[in-house]
């Protein structure tokens, strides 16, 4: 996949997850999937950037630490407790 095929999958994640947010009315929940979106967007602009570079920037750890740093751990703990139990869903 090109980091412009990539860019813009990334996007549509995070059009996915906001989509979503909006449709939530567990708060925690609306939290993580904006949380989700917002890092979702970040790497899509990664990926622009590395386009830009001519693939200089490709990496998938670094790909890996932006998801990670996107995420704080106050993040990371919203994430799991409000998708933690599928049985509960949306």
Request: glycine share 6%; proline share 3%; net charge positive.
């Amino acid at each position: 996949m090109s980091p412009g095929e990539a860019a813009a999958s990334y996007r549509l994640y995070a059009a996915y997850c906001a989509e979503i947010a909006q449709t939530v009315t567990d708060s925690a929940r609306k939290v993580a999937l904006l949380d989700m979106a917002q890092a979702w967007a970040r790497l899509a602009e990664l990926a622009d950037k590395d386009r830009s570079s001519g693939g200089a920037n490709r990496s998938p750890e670094r790909l890996t630490r932006a998801w990670s740093d996107a995420l704080s751990p106050r993040r990371h703990h919203l994430l799991s407790s409000a998708f933690g139990k599928q049985e509960e869903g949306l």
